[in-house]
């Protein structure tokens, strides 16, 4: 998972749905990761952040699965 830091306007939602994964800054309220890799158990909270975030800051990689040849 990856966070556009640029591109957040600091509206908090992230953080309001998964606080144990999203943090935001005291300065200035910009989005801060807590942690590199996101468990199964928490998908569904940050698939909820991605959803509620306002300006499309977070980005989920998934794994890419490519068959055997
Ligand atoms: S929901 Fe989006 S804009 Fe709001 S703090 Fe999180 S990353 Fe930033």
Known sequence: MVVDQDRCCGSGMCASV??????QSPRDGVVQL????????????????????P????EL?????VPPR
């Open 18 to 23: 998964a606080p144990d994964i999203f943090d």
């Open 34 to 53: 807590l942690v590199s890799q996101v468990d199964a158990g928490s998908l569904p909270r940050v698939e909820e952040a991605l959803r509620l975030c």
């Open 55 to 58: 300006v499309a800051a977070i």
């Open 61 to 65: 990689a998934r794994p890419v699965s």
